[in-house]
């Protein structure tokens, strides 16, 4: 994919839940090659302790569809 790969990025929504700081934003999509990230939003997750982020790398997921039937997060990444 590269160094840099142009997604337009949209608002997003954001909650933290006990010790879980969840983030999404919503993407155009990317097509390069053989890698395919589909239009919609990308789920964030970390962890925070006492309202700081965590020196963990936290995870990027999307929601897939897995034979047509159930519906479960992939992890495509993460961010620090």
Not at 38 to 53: A, D, S, W
């Amino acid at each position: 994919v590269g160094a840099f790969s142009p997604v337009e990025l949209d608002d997003g929504t954001w909650n933290v839940d006990g010790d879980v700081l969840r983030f999404n934003l919503a993407t155009t999509g990317l097509e390069r090659g053989d890698i395919t990230l589909e239009e919609g939003p990308l789920y964030f997750k970390t962890i925070v302790y006492t309202g700081q982020l965590s020196s963990k790398r936290g995870l990027i997921l999307v929601k897939q569809r897995r034979n047509l039937i159930r519906l479960e997060w992939r992890i495509v990444g993460t961010f620090s």
